[in-house]
């Protein structure tokens, strides 16, 4: 509050711009949303480096909590048993050398361990459970609270962090995702995830109303990083 009791407004330097470097500004949390094989991830990896801000896949929290159900023998279409599963269950987030990492229940999950066969076939149907996400969005958002991240997943920027100004959501067409699926030997269909990503009732897979949109299908993964980058100079010139 300033002394008169209103509001204190931060001056700006300049004409109109604040000056401060992007350094100097609080690190930015920047939300990468896109259907599965459209290679948000990679670019998600890239752009937190160049930011020097923690990655974070929110996908593979919804794959270790998977792994977790199926390693209990617990039937995934078994709402009421997931969730009492989900509550006795605890996770631990934590960053290492700038990569977000999940334990479950103190397990620390290896990357073939959650990208199994197995767990893709079932994770949509986790990640359809309200409980379960209400629970992940919350580990998702105690990430960001102080140091910046770079997120990525299907609901960061229209549920995890719809405050943030650096929103994206990047894309490619269904022949070109299916071919960088086949590429990385991974055989689940897209179209079934896309349908259940997409029409699931909670939190389902949208465009961001403010987000940029970037159609990565002709592009190579240094042109879509320059370009994420490029919009969020832009916009942290404006915040
Ligand atoms: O990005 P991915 O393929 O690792 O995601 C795995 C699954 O998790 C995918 O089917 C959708 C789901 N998911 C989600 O529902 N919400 C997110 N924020 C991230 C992933």
Redesign the pocket.
């Known amino acids: 509050m300033g002394p008169d009791g209103g509001k204190v407004v931060a001056a700006k330097v300049g004409e109109g711009h604040d000056r401060r470097s992007m350094s100097e500004k609080s690190p930015p949390i920047v939300a990468i949303?896109g259907p599965?094989?459209s290679g948000?991830?990679t670019v998600a990896r890239r752009v937190a480096s160049a930011l020097g801000v923690v990655f974070v896949?929110?996908?593979?929290?919804?794959?270790a909590f998977?792994w977790w159900v199926l390693e209990k023998n617990v039937d995934p279409a078994a709402n009421a048993a997931v969730v009492e599963l989900l509550g006795a269950t605890s996770f631990d987030c934590g960053d290492d050398c700038g990569v977000g990492t999940i334990t479950v229940d103190g397990q620390m999950l290896a990357p073939e361990a959650?990208?199994a066969e197995r767990v893709?076939r079932n994770?949509?149907i986790?990640?359809?459970i309200p409980e379960v996400?209400s629970r992940?969005?919350a580990e998702?958002r105690a990430y960001g609270q102080s140091n910046g991240l770079v997120?990525?997943?299907?609901?960061?920027g229209s549920?995890?962090f719809p405050d943030t100004p650096y929103k994206f959501y990047i894309d490619a067409s269904p022949e070109v995702r299916e071919q960088r699926r086949r590429a990385e030997g991974i055989t689940d269909s897209i179209a079934e995830?896309d349908k259940?990503?997409s029409s699931?009732a909670a939190?389902p897979?949208v465009v961001p109303e403010d987000a940029v949109v970037v159609d990565s299908s002709d592009l190579t993964v240094e042109e879509v990083v320059d370009s994420v980058l490029a919009a969020i100079a832009e916009q942290r010139d404006q915040v």
Do not use: F, H, P
């Open positions: 949303d599965a094989a948000k991830s896949s929110s996908g593979g929290m919804y794959r998977t959650i990208s893709n994770v949509s986790i990640a359809a996400r992940l969005v998702q997120m990525e997943g299907r609901d960061i549920v995890v995830r259940a990503d699931r939190s897979l």
